[in-house]
């Protein structure tokens, strides 16, 4: 008599170990997956062209805006700062490319500091931001 | 006396299966966390290599397809000014004359990121890829 109750109520409970390991891959699978990408905070109208094509390790972004500012991680930075602060988020994430959001109307000038001060910061795969036509 | 031991046996069983749902409350927050702060950013762009200091010099003596913008964003490739729709047909031209030519864009400091966007992206429609960025006088 014990013994049948003892049986039903294994049967009843329902077995969570494929669930499990389920869950655990797709876990795995978004941490490593999970890139913490520091967006510029500003919106620019990017330039177009045909021959755009999508970067695979880009991380990194840096956005000139027409009023020709320099914008990392959501803040201003100075010309002067970028290096470092290109520094900062590399040191986070070692393998990731730079991609730089620079505006139609916005100066050269600073695009080309961008670009140096990424070369001295160590990033190897730079990318200037532009729409797909 | 063997309705008590199998009592026994059951209650030892139970209490060595490890109580699995506090652990799967966990790992359920944590893969949430994750789906929810993952950025799946499709930002497309050209591919630009500054290249070192001295570099575009020896660039310029081996023939390179120079390409000036110019502070007005006024295009000359190869010292001739060039309409902006103009310039992948000029490329082209000189691509063929000797396909191993790399451009070169020379780019003034006042010029603006639309020009220069142009002017990459039609030396990549011409077939030149292999595009180095300088800084010009303007």
Avoid at chain 2, 10 to 36: K, Q, R, S, W
Avoid at chain 2, 85 to 98: D, G, L, P, T
């Amino acid at each position: 008599m014990e013994n049948d109750r003892y049986i039903e109520e294994e049967e009843s409970e329902i077995n969570l170990t494929p669930m499990l390991d389920v869950v655990f891959i797709m876990l795995i699978f978004f941490i490593v997956t999970a890139v913490f990408v520091k967006e510029p905070g500003v919106d620019v109208s990017k330039p177009e062209a045909a021959t755009a094509i999508t970067p695979e390790t880009a991380s990194i972004f840096v956005a000139v805006t027409p009023g020709n500012e320099i914008w990392i991680d959501g803040k201003p930075v100075e010309p002067a700062a970028v290096r470092s602060e290109l520094e900062r988020l590399r040191s986070e994430n070692p393998e990731g490319g730079l991609v730089i959001q620079s505006d139609q109307s916005a100066r050269n000038q600073l695009l080309i500091a961008v670009m140096d001060a990424a070369k001295q910061a160590g990033i190897g795969e730079v990318t200037i931001a532009a729409g797909r036509q | 006396m063997r309705r008590r031991h199998i009592a026994a046996i059951g209650t030892a069983d139970d209490e060595n299966e490890i109580n699995l749902t506090p652990m799967l409350d966990v790992v359920f927050i944590m893969l949430i966390f994750f789906i929810v702060t993952a950025t799946f950013i499709r930002e497309t762009g050209i591919d630009a290599n500054r290249p070192d200091q001295d570099q575009p010099q020896v660039v310029r003596e081996s023939g390179a397809i120079l390409v000036i913008i110019d502070n007005q964003d006024q295009i000359w490739v190869d010292n001739q000014l060039v309409d902006p729709r103009a310039v992948r047909a000029h490329i082209e031209r000189m691509y063929a004359e000797n396909p191993e030519r790399p451009v070169v864009i020379q780019i003034g400091p006042n010029s603006t990121t639309n020009t220069l966007v142009g002017v990459m992206d039609a030396s990549r429609s011409a077939g030149v890829y292999n595009i180095s960025l300088a800084e010009g006088p303007g």
